[in-house]
């Protein structure tokens, strides 16, 4: 497993407030898409990808964009995502972000969340079970 930094001193718990889900005031929201991703969205929903989908050159190795209808995720439905189960790993991740840095990886938080500062505090352990679902994405396999 690469090494990683994560934030420290960090809590969290999902409030189901569907802020991630859609554009705010002070963000616009990018669901990007691995191309696996997109293929078994595709196939649960029976939806052709481009009902769901754009393309899009970067950055990689994100291959599409999640369309939005209102200003909102097009899988939000009655307050809450149909597709949970299967959602992208942008969506899982959220309100935590992770990049490639100085050959390791660094996880960030937004702020913007309401359910960050409460809830369990994180540690390692979290982070590294997120970084899980990463390894192939970010990190090459051996």
Same mark, same amino acid.
């Given at each position: 497993m690469p090494e #990683?930094? @994560?934030? *420290? /001193?960090?809590? &969290?718990? +999902?409030? =189901?407030?569907? *802020? +991630? +889900?859609?554009?705010?005031?002070?963000?616009k929201r990018r669901v990007l898409l691995l191309s696996k991703e997109a293929k078994k969205i595709e196939k649960i929903t029976g939806m052709r990808l481009s009902g #769901?989908?754009?393309?899009?050159?970067?950055?990689?190795? &994100?291959? @599409?964009?999640?369309?939005? *209808? /209102? =200003?909102?995720c097009v899988f939000l439905k009655n307050g809450a995502c149909s597709i949970y189960r299967h959602r992208p790993l942008i969506c899982k991740f959220y309100p935590f972000s992770v990049e490639k840095h100085n050959g390791g990886l660094v996880f960030k938080v937004t702020e913007e969340c309401p359910g960050v500062g409460i809830g369990a505090q994180l540690g390692e352990e979290d982070f590294r079970e997120m970084l899980a679902d990463v390894n192939g994405v970010f990190v090459k396999r051996s």
């Open positions: #990683f930094k @994560y934030p *420290k /001193n960090t809590k &969290f718990e +999902c409030l =189901r407030c569907t *802020k +991630c +889900c859609g554009d705010t005031p002070q963000k #769901f989908a754009e393309p899009v050159s970067s950055p990689k190795p &994100f291959k @599409y964009v999640m369309k939005k *209808k /209102n =200003r909102q």
